[in-house]
């Protein structure tokens, strides 16, 4: 029987490192505060040699993302995941990277709003709905999406899950090619088989 | 690098060596006029296509716009604002190392650099600025309040329009499953359901109705089955309508859904409106069936509603991506700024640069001209009036380069000839070094300029008369007859004045041939005269033997004969009177006696002079001057009691070539002379004084002479008797014939050689004999 470990975000959270891991999350919390506009809180679970992923930016969901859905834009939010493997003075090896996407279109003459969602370019599910809220929902939470498989796995290693989410269409003046994250969020995890 | 246009004439090139032509400033790619039209080509290209593009872009979807366009023409903006930023940061740093490096028109290139920059920048920014603005306010005037309450509101319309229609089939469906609801819905009620659904479709209130039966009923979610019953429709259906949607719907009411209303768009471009009611055994009973209505909108209500509500979706796309719109134009505003301003600043840098560069060219080939590199050359960049100048200085220093050839080869012409005459100057000098003529030169101021060995030695004159005035030179009491020649010799510019001169140097007479030349220039002037003699002492030496010895000759000739005659009538005179009486016969022998004697004294008279004039001629051979002294002086040793013969003999004598009886005989000479005069003094002089008599040799290797030098301490020769002291008959002995000394020279003469007699130190006479190795 697998034992399962439940990581949640600490997002921002101190790491259990040298001086130049406490540098870089002073960094990242200064970029973080000038940069981030929202917060990806991310869940991981491993379950049946799988590493789930669950997914919540609620807040993302902001007026401008309703203003485009309700303009029958089609409005997408799509998730990069990215599982790495921790070093301590070395860039994170990736183990694995997936993409989740939600797409939803509004019609607003039967006001119904047509919802996809996708995980690495295939369609997972499509919804018609009518309520805002399940909308919302749709487009920003995921739940225990099997992502990874734990095959690859080191027991007893530390990894981190990286999210980084966009929205499109962007409503910015101008378009700077190497764009920063809309949102993101990350978490670690202990990898215990 | 390009073949020089100018170089060395072809005269110049057979004698001047090859060199090395640089040529300044080759045509850099960047100016080749097929590059230039080509970058105008594309400028204007990348130009029309931009406009083309934003003139399209109203076709194009706002989300295409405002992600693929603007984030493309981004990337083009900040790839342009690096290429500027690096135009203008390379050129600005450039400026300022020439500056810093004080490079020649490097403060008027920035200046140029400087003026075009802001004549072209300040313009671009301000246009940029401004035009920003207006787009962007142009943006926030897109949308109105009117059009934004007209469009909301039609919309409103149309949805009402939708809303209407979708209760109108909702009311159906009620109504049908209402009816529907004392059935069972078997294969039995089959006909009795189609005859109430039919006349609702029949009477065209719906486009189809659909009954499915429910088959299994668990009160879950998703654990519903259900099948079609009966599907009543128009034969003449929307296109691109299916029951699919029907059947989605059906099961989700079935299953307890809240949803029973559904929108499905055809391909067709219409729309179907279905809406699911429950038919129950009874109300809030067991769910038999469900009943799907459904009406296709495809009048003209529903297209306009459909035009409405796509106008509105567009118009609030618009106003969702204003900013990113305003931000496409903007940036495609900021690109034609940029491209414009780019090309505007290179074009300013590249016109700086073509009007500075031909002048650096310029300056720094003059510094290279100036540097001594004549073969430099700058090669033409244009056929302007800056080509023209790079011409007229590539002609400049073309013909520099071959003066200065010329020049080199007529310094080497000059220096040749220096070489040749100082060659034949020195080839002169020596010549006059080595010659016994005596040669003295003196300048048009009549200082002396030149005096060659053989001069120095016969007038005892030293270099430092040289640079001294002629006159006070031969001021000398010694030398004044040359002064007389000098002077004879300016009387008339051009002449020659020859003269034999006797010059008595060291208490003897030398005998000088003198010629005394003026020497004039082109126009007359004095410029210099030489004076030229020669020894001719020998000569004349020689001259007064050959006349002693023709003398003699006749002497002997003309006495010997009476001499017999003379010593026979003595002897009969004798041989007459022996029967004379005592006293005459007495007194005849004495006289016949003394008259013998004197005639055979004349005899050995007589036969000595014809020894001196029958002297035969030196047989020369190779022979040791050493060993022969050695032979000769030991004949000497131990002979006088009082006198010693001492040798001074040089060990590295060259082999000689001389007749050894004849030097023998002078050897014996020059000593027996000394041994007589030793003597003579000795009996003299107080007692202890011991003669010693000399005999040296050395070498003299410079005037390639070997002297013998026959040294004695006796009384001397005083100054009277010197001069006599070579010539025939004299003597100052009272037995002597006086031929000893005179058959001594004239063996040295017929040597080649030259005999002087000078005092010794503190007494005595030195004879020194020269003869020639």
């Known amino acids: 029987m697998p034992r399962t470990e439940i990581a949640t975000s600490k997002w921002p959270t101190l790491r259990r490192s040298p001086p130049l891991g406490v540098c870089g999350l002073l960094l990242t919390l200064m970029v973080a505060g000038v940069w981030a506009a929202e917060t990806v809180t991310v869940t991981t679970l491993t379950r049946d040699g799988q590493v789930l992923v669950s997914l919540d930016v609620a807040g993302a969901y902001t007026q401008d993302v309703r203003s485009s859905v309700q303009s029958g834009l089609e409005t997408t939010f799509r998730y990069d995941v990215r599982l790495s493997r921790e070093a301590a ?52 939470r995921f739940e225990r999406v099997p992502l990874f498989s734990t095959e690859r796995l080191e027991p007893n290693s530390e990894y981190q899950v990286r999210v980084r989410v966009e929205r499109r269409p962007r409503a910015a003046w101008f378009v700077w090619p190497f764009a920063r994250a809309w949102a993101s969020g990350v978490v670690r995890f202990t990898f215990v088989p | 690098m390009n073949v020089p246009r100018y170089g060395p004439r072809e005269a110049d090139r057979e004698t001047v060596p090859r060199a090395t032509v640089r040529v300044g400033g080759s045509r850099p790619l960047r100016d080749s006029p097929l590059l230039i039209l080509l970058g105008i080509v594309l400028f204007l290209g990348a130009l029309f296509g931009l406009l083309r593009v934003a003139d399209r ?44 490096r004080a490079l020649p028109f490097a403060r008027f290139r920035a200046k140029l650099v400087a003026a075009l920059l802001g004549m072209t920048l300040i313009p671009a920014l301000l246009v940029l600025f401004v035009g920003s603005e207006l787009i962007r306010s142009s943006a926030e005037r897109w949308f109105s309040a009117p059009v934004d309450d007209v469009l909301t509101s039609a919309n409103e319309i149309a949805r009402d329009y939708y809303r209407s229609r979708e209760r109108v089939v909702s009311d159906h469906a009620q109504r049908i499953a209402a009816a529907l609801s004392g059935l069972s819905l078997d294969a039995s009620d089959v006909v009795r359901v189609r005859e109430l659904v039919t006349s609702d479709v029949a009477a065209g209130l719906l486009g189809s109705v659909d009954v499915y039966r429910v088959l299994l009923t668990e009160g879950q979610i998703g654990r519903v089955a259900i099948e079609p019953l009966v599907e009543v429709a128009m034969p003449t259906g929307p296109l691109g309508y299916s029951r699919a949607g029907s059947e989605r719907l059906a099961e989700r009411v079935a299953a307890g859904g809240q949803e029973d209303r559904q929108v499905e768009p055809l391909p067709g471009g219409a729309d179907v409106v279905r809406s699911a009611a429950v038919i129950e055994r009874e109300p809030g009973g067991e769910i038999l069936g469900v009943v799907v209505a459904s009406d296709a909108l495809t009048g003209s209500a529903a297209f306009h509603s459909r035009r409405i509500s796509g106008a509105y979706e567009s118009y609030s796309q618009l106003r969702v991506l204003q900013r990113p719109l305003a931000g496409v134009y903007l940036s495609f505003f900021v690109m034609l700024t940029l491209m414009i301003l780019i090309s505007a600043t290179w074009m300013g840098i590249y016109v700086a640069k073509r009007i500075t560069r031909p002048v650096q060219l310029l300056a720094a080939g003059a510094r290279e001209i100036g540097a001594g590199h004549l073969d430099y050359r700058i090669e033409p960049q244009s056929r302007d009036e800056f080509g023209s100048l790079v011409d007229a200085f590539n002609t400049m220093a073309g013909e520099l380069s071959t003066s200065r050839r010329r020049l080199e080869r007529s310094r080497r012409d000059l220096e040749r000839k220096n070489q040749e005459g100082e060659q034949r100057r020195q080839y002169i000098e020596t010549i006059l070094e080595r ?36 006159s006070a030179v031969f001021a000398r009491a010694d030398l004044e007859p ?124 007589v036969d000595e002079f014809s020894q001196f004039a029958r002297m035969p001629s030196p047989r020369l051979a190779h022979a040791d001057l050493n060993a022969l002294l050695d032979a000769t002086l030991g004949l000497y040793d131990g002979l006088f009691g009082n006198i010693v013969v001492e040798r ?94 005179a058959i001594v020279r004239r063996i040295v003469v017929e040597h080649g050689g030259n005999i002087e007699v000078a005092d010794n130190v503190p007494s005595g006479t030195t004879f020194i004999v020269e003869l020639p190795c």
Not at chain 2, 526 to 548: C, K
């Open chain 2, 648 to 741: 001074s003999l040089c060990p590295t004598l060259p082999q000689m070539r001389f007749d050894p009886e004849q030097v023998r005989r002078v050897v014996v000479n020059l000593v027996d002379n000394a041994v007589d005069a030793l003597e003579q003094y000795l009996r003299t002089s107080s007692n202890g004084y011991k003669g010693v008599i000399v005999v040296q040799t050395e070498h003299d290797e410079a005037a390639s002479v070997v002297r013998l030098i026959v040294r004695d301490n006796g009384p001397g020769i005083p100054d009277v008797d010197r001069e006599k002291l070579f010539m025939p008959y004299f003597s100052t002995k009272r037995r002597g014939s006086g031929l000893g000394l």
């Open chain 2, 482 to 605: 040359l002064s007389d020649v000098l002077t004879q010799a300016h009387i008339k510019t051009g002449s020659r004045s020859a003269q034999e001169v006797a010059l008595g140097k060291d208490g003897h007479e030398v005998h000088l041939a003198v010629v005394a030349t003026t020497l004039a220039t082109d126009i007359g002037d004095v410029d210099g005269t030489v004076m030229v003699f020669d020894d001719v002492t020998p000569l004349i030496r020689a001259q007064r033997v050959a006349t002693w010895r023709d003398v003699a000759r006749r002497l002997a000739h003309e006495i010997k004969n009476p001499l017999t005659p003379i010593q026979l009538c003595a002897e009969r005179m004798r041989r007459h009177f022996t029967t004379a009486p005592p006293p005459t016969r007495a007194l005849v022998d004495e006289c016949t006696s003394t008259i013998v004697g004197e005639v055979e004294s004349l005899k050995s008279l």
């Open chain 2, 435 to 470: 010659i016994a003529t005596g040669v003295v030169s003196m300048d048009a101021e009549g200082r002396v300029s030149t005096i060659n060995r053989a001069a120095g030695r016969l007038l005892g004159l030293d270099r430092g008369a040289v640079g001294q005035p002629a």
């Open chain 1, 89 to 140: 003075y070395w860039p994170d090896s990736t183990v694995g990277s997936a993409t989740l996407a939600a797409t939803v279109r509004y019609d607003s003459l039967i006001e119904q709003y047509n919802v996809a969602r996708m995980v690495d370019g295939h369609v997972e599910e499509t919804t018609v709905a009518e309520d805002e809220d399940e909308v919302r929902d749709l487009l920003t």
């Open chain 2, 57 to 100: 872009s109203t076709q194009l979807a706002p989300d295409y716009l405002s992600e693929v366009v603007l984030y493309a023409l981004s990337a083009a903006c900040i790839t342009m604002l690096v290429v500027l930023g690096f135009i203008l940061a390379r050129n600005i740093i450039k400026l300022w190392v020439e500056r810093q």
